[in-house]
């Protein structure tokens, strides 16, 4: 879809957004951060939710997990929550294996579902939060005591690495079902299992930046990387979607203040028709 395009979109349908027209659900949407970066990179996506009307700033709940993952919450949710957010904030943001953070953010699930008994949550990641988060999908997906997965949302996903070294512009190269075929990095061979074993009730959208400078990337991740989460779980997904998103901020730290990308963040989750 070209940038044009997208924001014509946006400049049409914000303010239907804003109207009273909306899914309200007491299904919480979990945020986590990338590896290293703290709920800050949360807050501007989270902030939209709150300006369009979605939610209220009393539902909204930090989560901190200390480097021994103990999970804390700020303040309680409303008794009766209306599309509540969680900020996942990780204290040891530079842990090197995706597992060990993936189980810290099951203890978020664990703490939020023995306090509120949730039967479904919704993820939001960005960077390397959608790796933590597929993690946890495959680490958890068949313990029928945690709430079922409903909705997930990669931002700028680096699912086969990040540019630099090991990577470079326009070098990886992607097999039609979304397998990289020139170079895969060691996290995203860990979460090849899924494409065999994504559990099928999950919508996903998947958002990555252009820059259009030729890179064909967001600055940081090659658009290839972000694209390769398809072969992971587009198989067996309930629904998948891809979107680049182009124009102002669609650089990989933009993407997280960014209103095209809170447009398709609010329509995926809230959205009546979706």
Not at 88 to 93: A, K, T
Not at 142 to 166: E, H, I
Not at 182 to 210: A, C, M, W
């Amino acid at each position: 879809m070209a940038g044009a395009t997208v924001a014509g979109t946006v400049q049409q349908n914000w303010a239907a957004l804003k109207s009273p027209a909306k899914l309200s659900t007491a299904t919480p949407t979990i945020f986590v951060h990338g590896m290293p970066s703290s709920y800050h990179s949360e807050i501007k996506m989270v902030r939209s939710l709150i300006d369009a009307g979605i939610t209220t700033p009393d539902n909204v709940v930090l989560a901190t997990v200390t480097n021994d993952g103990q999970v804390t919450f700020n303040h309680y949710l409303p008794a009766h929550p209306h599309n509540p957010i969680i900020e996942v904030n990780l204290q040891n943001s530079h842990e090197r294996d995706n597992h060990i953070s993936a189980a810290w953010i099951k203890n978020v699930v664990v703490a939020l579902q023995r306090q509120y008994h949730f039967s479904r949550v919704n993820f939001v990641g960005h960077s390397s939060g959608p790796l933590l988060i597929l993690c946890y999908i495959m680490d958890n997906a068949n313990d029928p005591q945690l709430p079922r997965v409903a909705r997930l949302v990669s931002l700028g996903g680096a699912f086969n690495g990040a540019l630099g070294k090991r990577d470079r512009p326009n070098t990886m190269q992607l097999a039609p079902d979304g397998l990289p075929v020139t170079r895969q990095v060691k996290e995203y061979r860990k979460l090849l299992p899924l494409h065999g074993s994504f559990p099928r009730h999950i919508r996903v959208l998947n958002l990555y930046g252009d820059l259009q400078d030729g890179s064909n990337s967001d600055g940081r991740v090659a658009n290839n990387s972000s694209r390769a989460m398809r072969y992971l779980v587009a198989i067996r997904a309930r629904s998948y979607r891809e979107v680049r998103v182009t124009g102002a901020k669609a650089d990989h730290s933009g993407l997280h203040n960014n209103k095209k990308v809170d447009f398709y963040l609010i329509r995926f989750l809230y959205g009546q028709n979706c």
